[in-house]
């Protein structure tokens, strides 16, 4: 969205809305400088330039029983179209996929896996692999995460 322009207000009603989703209008409009009003009109105008894409609870997944999370390195079988077509298919197909990054360098493709243990990502894995052929796979399991956070590094001091 290079076409929407954000100015100092606008970067810190979304700062804010990163950080709490929830904020009722008056503490957002007071937390930014502006009276209700004119503060729910702009959430709006963001809403409506895509620029907030959604809302959403964030959850623990260990609390949900997802206790183990892999990044799946794949390197495509071939670079044709049919084959990005049936990949970016695919990945639509796996609630256990939460994250699909194309990449520059050695990897094709970046996934962020989600399950709950061993057991269910190794019938993840060979489901996966069996329905779309690769030229390699390489499985890193996270041993712990130090720093997770949705806030995007937004500028709210200027223009």
């Not at 809302?55 to 071939?78: C, M, N, Q, S, Y």
């Not at 990949?87 to 989600?114: N, P, Q, W």
Request: proline share 4%; aromatic share 8%.
């Amino acid at each position: 969205m290079s076409d929407v322009s954000l100015d100092r207000i606008d970067r810190k009603i979304l700062f804010e809305l990163m950080q709490d989703a929830t904020l009722p209008v008056a503490t957002l409009a007071e937390r930014v400088g502006l009276s209700q009003t004119p503060c729910w009109k702009r959430v709006q105008k963001l809403e409506a330039a895509g620029v907030i894409t959604s809302r959403v609870a964030l959850v623990d997944p260990e609390k949900i029983g997802l206790g183990l999370t892999v990044f799946v390195e794949i390197e495509a079988a071939d670079h044709t179209p049919e084959w990005r077509g049936a990949f970016a298919e695919l990945v639509t197909d796996y609630s256990e996929i939460v994250e699909v990054h194309r990449m520059a360098g050695e990897v094709d493709y970046l996934l962020k896996v989600m399950v709950q243990d061993m057991a269910a990502f190794d019938q993840f894995y060979l489901e996966f692999t069996r329905r779309l052929p690769c030229r390699n796979v390489t499985s890193k399991f996270s041993m712990e995460v130090i720093r997770a956070t949705t806030v995007l590094p937004i500028d709210t001091s200027t223009a």
